[in-house]
């Protein structure tokens, strides 16, 4: 791959976050064996298009260690309400089907990155 095609992207396929609804969520994260990082958003927030770029690249970082989900709440409604949702963007980490943590409101991308290397036992010593 040629230095125009690694700065400009080409050549490496994007992985995109795996899209969740009412129908698919227990399938796709509790039933999944491992690691799930799930970004509840809504229409017309801001904070959850700040947050976009950096679940998108958590995407393509984690690729065959966790998967990185997206759910648009309006489009979920019964599992957000089951899950507690109440604003948006939130972001839900699962480990083997099972809630772990929880965080409302923008988070920067190396908190995430941190949770979710903290979550696969892939911790940094500081």
Known sequence: MGILS???GGGTPKVQPTSL??????????Q???????DVWSDNCPPCMQLEPIIMNLANEYAG???VAEMRAAGAPRTAGRLG??????VLYFRNG???DR?????????HRQTL?????EDVPA
């Open 98 to 100: 099972e809630l772990v």
């Open 103 to 111: 965080v409302v409101g923008f988070r920067g991308s190396l908190f």
């Open 85 to 90: 949702v109440r604003g948006t963007p939130t």
């Open 117 to 121: 290397d903290h979550l696969l036992g």
């Open 6 to 8: 690694k700065l400009f």
């Open 65 to 67: 260690r966790a998967k």
């Open 32 to 38: 999944h064996r491992g690691v799930v990082l799930v």
């Open 21 to 30: 609804n009412d129908d698919n969520f227990t399938e796709e994260v509790l």
